[in-house]
Antibody, heavy 122, light 109 residues
Framework: EVQLVESGGGLVQPGRSLRLSCAASGFTFGDYAMSWVRQAPGKGLEWVCFIRSKPYGGTTECAASVKGRFTISRDDSKSIAYLQMNSLKTEDTAVYYC?????????????WGQGTLVTVSS | EIAMTQSPATLSVSPGERATLSCRAS??????LAWYQQKPGQAPRLLIYSASIRARATRIPARFSGSGSGTEFTLTISSLQSEDFAVYYC?????????FGGGTKVEIK
């Protein structure tokens, strides 16, 4: 059974950094692309960043709203995806979900974790 | 960026009735569209992909079906059950950045 467990959320001041982790199990992590998606309180879903599997170059894509501030990475030996968030802004406050893409060419979000809340406030 | 617009924002339906949700893309996304269901306090769940009636995700009941291509898409729930009252999102995966619609809340009438 696919399981994705996020951690690392919490309260952080504007301008500071935070790193989120997504621990995966139930599948061969290194074979699949992963993403982070966020949801601000009471709002809709916003895709954040995507990382391809190593056989496809391990390259990344990120939304314009976070480009230059957020970085997605992966450690296939530990089956963990990361989201490094720098220069955080109040508008980054959201629940952050990690998600698995079963098809690298058709990046729908097949499986989701339960999310971790990030609150950016002074 | 492809903008996704869902309508209506809220849909009031009685249990057992049919619900039809719409999603429009600002430019063609071919059939590269997915639908998700989200209940309060839970993560979203993939329902339909490839905007196709046959492309239901694992363990999704047959009362959920999708149709459309290009810019106009529809999610139909043939006979609403109590567990179907939730928010539904569409998402295009034809182009970067990946984008979602604003959601349709299906509530009990």
């Amino acid at each position: 059974e696919v399981q994705l467990v996020e951690s690392g959320g919490g309260l952080v001041q504007p301008g500071r950094s935070l790193r989120l982790s997504c621990a995966a199990s139930g599948f061969t992590f290194g074979d699949y692309a992963m993403s982070w998606v966020r949801q601000a309180p009471g709002k809709g879903l916003e895709w954040v960043c995507f990382i391809r599997s190593k056989p496809y170059g391990g390259t990344t894509e990120c939304a314009a709203s976070v480009k230059g501030r957020f970085t997605i990475s992966r450690d296939d030996s530990k089956s963990i995806a990361y989201l490094q968030m720098n220069s955080l802004k109040t508008e980054d406050t959201a629940v952050y979900y990690c998600a698995l893409h079963s098809d690298i060419y058709m990046p729908r979000f097949d499986y989701w974790g339960q999310g971790t809340l990030v609150t950016v406030s002074s | 960026e492809i903008a996704m617009t869902q309508s209506p924002a809220t849909l009031s339906v009685s249990p057992g009735e049919r619900a039809t949700l719409s999603c429009r893309a600002s430019q063609s996304v071919s059939s590269n569209l997915a639908w998700y269901q989200q209940k309060p306090g839970q993560a979203p769940r993939l329902l339909i992909y490839s905007a196709s009636i046959r492309a239901r995700a694992t363990r999704i009941p047959a009362r959920f079906s999708g149709s459309g291509s290009g810019t106009e898409f529809t999610l139909t729930i043939s006979s609403l059950q109590s567990e179907d009252f939730a928010v539904y999102y569409c998402q295009q995966y034809n182009n970067w950045p990946l984008t979602f619609g604003g959601g349709t809340k299906v509530e009990i009438k």
